[in-house]
């Protein structure tokens, strides 16, 4: 594989990192500045009163957990749907594929009305689940579950793309040597995906963190237990309290942006790690 | 062309695009108001819009207009505080149209008095919805608090209407002989124990009393009830009025800056005056609200029951203190809330 | 010209899975896409046809849903094009380029995904609000952006706005830059090289992003939600109309505008499948 010293042979350099610059620059970075800026106007104690009283702690447990169990499932049952629509061929598997993606035309406040109804007591799941004494409407599991619907496309279609590129020969070839369909996925298959895997995966993620639209009708918004982060945002807001809000909101966006750096880093590493390999 | 001059050109245009979009298309001869306002009054200014249109064309020899903004009570304060350029608010609770002053200055300190009926053309009071034949037998705010009876209220940090609810069944537990700031706050604190889920927004907790089956009563405001007993949920449920409760005034305002730059302030001021027009009266209360013009409300006496109604003003001494004291960080609400959830 | 090549797609029996692990993990995939997928889904179709075919026409064919119908098409119009171009640049620059910042530029890109919606809006107001910074000269000069149509455009690129770089990344990632570099030694401009060579090879990233970028743009609510101002027939895009709609308890047209919007999303893989019948073409 080629270095970095090969790399740089490639034309586009320039305009494309301006470009990327100037995009960001005016979509994210400055609108983000305005938030910054807005924060400033809260004293140090008033920030801290804001972003660390117990139900703000209470909100960010939930926000970060039910976001991160969802992600996880996504992971994992992403990776497996994108497997089966790219690699076999069975009866209906078009119109699977092209379904994929409807968590995110459905509005987000449909889509949470839709949830709650299905798993209230009286809905289609909710019956059967809260005979199993799994109370699901207005529990963090509810939220967790709104979450996997909403995150559900990202995994799928990051995975999807690289696996139609993958050769199905190389798996071939993994198995005509000897290899398990185990030692297959876990040596040849899964080191290509993973970059795309872990995309997907932060997407899910990061996008979960920051969900209120279907949420607040799923979650119940009950004080220090099943309030998410949004909400309390909402809350300030409501209040007319923009710099709270805003203090909030840098809370999160701090804390996601480390993770998300985190993880690209780490994906970084693993890809180095992949080329660095002989073959 | 040299490729790189493309794709600049291409953002240029489609951005070109949309601020051409962004033009509004009113010409000379048509008046066009705004009339912002909050979630349940749709179906009345729809029917108010056309027949004050129709008022003033014929007064004036000008068509109108009128444009209609409908949310959260206090999402459309921060709209027009922001720059939504509305002519005429008409919200849940004059706290969000005193916040246009202290925000924005958008209108005078004193909008309140500018009309009769401190602003407020109709007024609306909280009352109780039960599953039909009263099962659990609610009859006043003391049964709210009983073990065993789950309540549905919106949650008062996001709904301006579950503030009213809120307020209402704190103000009937001071009314109450001996009752004390002290009596009241573990009063509401006990009807709160007895509420499963928080809805943001009051419609969404009609929805989860109504539909998903949620709850044995619903707090809400009398216009709310009658239209879904009337209308949306017919024969499934009653309503029960309680013995005293809070006179809910929503309020109507004119936004000084928007009307005078928009020019419009003589037609917005016909308008709000408008509503306190037989006319006016009658559609309000053709929608559940209570008139107040006396001729209106003697015609309609039957729709809405005689309850013992006391004013934010005489209870909690205005919005703004209430505000404080109880909705805002740290307030009642929240100390009560997180105690018990502990 | 030059004709790009494409590979055709293999529906072969890879992995020489043996029958039963096949059907097993078609079965657990389809069982949660079932559950977690479909029945909604379903759900919300149930609702929106409850009435019939002629109430789920008669919400759609109202002024104001055409007129939402309208808003949200020219939102996507305007936003997925503009994210297509700049998501290219940018997955290109960061698949290709080692550089400082790297890491750090593409956890820019990536921030607005995990930026609340609620959040995104607020931005914006903060910008082009009456107290903004932006905001107060834009207003004088009758050139609104909040609560106006550039308003919703611009909530709608934030929020699109890492969908194709992200999708497209990956695909460059995982193909190495052979070609490419053969291109230009073969005497192909830079240019050139992007267009033909490297464009087809990331044609299912491209796709896939442009559907994901396309379904958001049109379905977002939350931070659209923030900078409309709710005035009815002007500036509410299909799911603010179906909010209203719920609001006003006709359920049976805030679902028929939901369903309407899926399958508006379900256009983008129309073209999709006639862009894989077109490369499986001879």
């Known amino acids: 594989m080629s270095t970095s010293a090969r790399r740089r042979i490639l034309p586009g350099f320039g305009l494309s990192l301006g470009m990327t610059w100037a995009w960001l620059g005016l979509l994210v970075i400055v609108p983000l500045s305005g938030l910054v800026f807005q924060s400033l106007n809260l004293s140090w104690e008033r920030f801290w009163e804001t972003v660390a009283s117990p139900r703000a702690f209470a909100a960010y447990r939930l926000s970060f957990g039910a976001s991160l169990a969802a992600a996880l499932i996504n992971a994992v049952f992403g990776l497996l749907v ?23 035309a459905l509005p987000t406040a449909v889509a ?24 699901v409407a207005f529990t963090p599991l509810g939220v967790a579950i709104a979450l996997t619907f909403i995150g559900l496309p990202f995994v799928v279609r990051t995975v999807q793309p690289v696996l139609e590129d993958l050769d199905p020969e190389v798996e071939e070839a993994a198995t005509t040597l000897g ?101 | 062309m040299h490729p790189r001059h493309v794709l600049p050109l291409l953002l240029l245009l489609s951005l070109g ?14 008046v066009t108001l705004l009339n912002v306002s909050y979630d349940p009054t749709r179906e009345l200014y729809e029917d108010f819009n056309a027949a004050f249109a129709k008022h003033w064309e014929a007064s004036q020899g000008r068509k109108l207009t009128v444009q209609q903004s409908h949310g959260g009570s206090g999402k459309q304060a921060r709209a027009v505080i922001d720059g939504l350029e509305a002519d005429v608010v008409t919200l849940a609770l004059a706290y969000d149209v005193d916040m246009l002053h202290d925000k924005a200055n958008l209108l005078p300190t004193d909008w309140q008095t500018r009309l009769p009926n401190n602003s407020a053309p109709y007024t609306s009071t909280i009352v109780f919805v039960v599953r039909k034949g009263n099962p659990k037998n609610i009859r006043d705010w003391d049964d709210l608090t009983r073990d065993g009876v789950s309540v549905i209220t919106p949650n008062p940090k996001t709904s301006g209407g579950a503030r009213w609810n809120y307020l ?3 103000g ?13 706050r573990a009063f509401v604190s006990r009807l709160f124990k007895n509420v499963p889920v928080l809805d943001s927004g009051a419609r969404g907790s009609t929805t989860t009393f109504a539909e998903r089956g949620l709850g044995d009563v619903l707090i809400a405001w009398e216009n709310e009830a009658l239209l879904l007993t009337h209308e949306v949920g017919k024969e499934r449920f009653d309503i029960v009025a309680p013995s005293v409760s809070i006179l809910a005034e929503p309020p109507v305002a004119l936004v000084d800056r928007n009307a005078d730059k928009r020019g419009t302030r003589a037609v917005a001021e016909a308008y709000l005056r408008y509503l306190y027009s037989d006319e006016g009266q009658e559609i309000a209360a053709r929608h559940h609200y209570r008139p107040r013009s006396q001729t209106v409300a003697a015609k309609h006496a039957q729709d809405f029951p005689a309850v013992t109604l006391f004013t934010i003003d005489e209870a909690f001494g205005g919005w703004r203190k209430a505000q404080k004291a109880h909705f805002d960080d740290g307030g009642e609400f929240d100390r009560f809330s997180v105690a018990q959830a502990r | 010209m030059h004709v790009a090549t494409f590979t055709p797609r293999h529906a072969t029996r890879s992995l020489a899975s043996p029958a039963l692990l096949k059907w097993g993990l078609i079965a657990t995939a389809l069982g949660f896409l079932g559950v977690f997928l479909f029945v909604p889904l379903i759900a919300v179709f149930s609702y929106a046809f409850q009435k019939g075919a002629d109430a789920w026409f008669a919400a759609i064919r109202t002024p104001e849903s055409l007129a939402a119908i309208r808003l949200t098409l020219t939102a996507a119009l305007i936003s997925v094009p503009i994210n297509l171009v700049f998501g290219l640049a940018a997955s290109w620059l960061i698949a290709r380029f080692q550089f400082p910042g790297r890491a750090l530029l593409l956890t820019l890109i990536d921030l607005p995904f995990s930026i609340s919606p609620v959040i995104a809006g607020l931005l914006f107001v903060l910008l082009f609000g009456r107290h903004g910074g932006l905001g107060p000269w834009l207003i004088e000069h009758g050139h609104p952006v909040l609560f106006a149509v550039p308003g919703i455009v611009l909530a709608t690129l934030f929020v699109t706005f890492p969908f194709v770089a992200r999708e497209v990344l990956p695909v460059l990632q995982a193909q190495g830059c052979d070609e490419e570099e053969a291109a230009l030694t073969l005497g192909a401009s830079g240019w050139r090289t992007f267009l033909q060579v490297t464009v087809p090879k990331v044609k299912w990233g491209v796709l896939y992003g442009v559907i994901l970028c396309n379904a958001r743009a049109m379905g977002e609510f939350g931070a659209v939600s923030v900078v409309s101002g709710h005035v009815r027939g002007v500036t509410t895009t299909l799911p603010l109309h179906a909010e209203i ?10 679902f028929a505008v939901a369903s309407l919007l899926t399958l508006l999303a379900l256009a983008t893989l129309v073209i999709k499948k006639y862009v894989e019948w077109r490369a499986d073409a001879p």
């Open chain 1, 82 to 104: 994108a497997w089966v629509l790219v690699r076999y061929r069975f009866p209906g598997r078009a119109w699977v594929d092209a379904l994929v993606d409807l968590p995110f």
């Open chain 1, 112 to 135: 949470g009305l839709t949830l709650t109804t299905l798993y209230a007591s009286h809905g289609v799941y909710g019956r059967y689940l809260e005979a199993l004494g799994l109370k």
């Open chain 1, 179 to 279: 290899a398990t369909p185990w030692q297959t996925f876990s040596r040849v298959v899964f080191p290509h995906v993973l970059p795309a895997l872990l995309s997907g995966f932060t997407l899910a993620f990061a996008r979960a963190l920051g969900e209120y639209g279907s949420i607040v009708f799923i979650s119940g918004n009950m004080p220090m237990r099943t309030e998410i982060v949004p909400l309390l945002i909402v809350t300030r807001l409501e209040q007319y309290d923009y710099a709270g809000a805003t203090a909030l909101a840098l809370v999160m966006l701090v804390t996601s942006f480390t993770l998300l750096l985190t993880v690209n880093l780490l994906q970084r590493w693993s890809q180095r790690r992949l080329e660095s390999r002989p073959g």
């Open chain 2, 17 to 30: 695009g949309c601020s051409k979009a962004g033009g509004d298309g009113s010409n000379g001869e048509t």
């Open chain 2, 168 to 170: 209402a069944a704190w």
């Open chain 2, 172 to 184: 009937y537990a001071l009314r109450k002989p001996g009752g004390t700031e002290d009596s009241a």
């Open chain 3, 245 to 254: 709609l719920y609001n006003e308890y006709d359920f049976v047209g805030a």
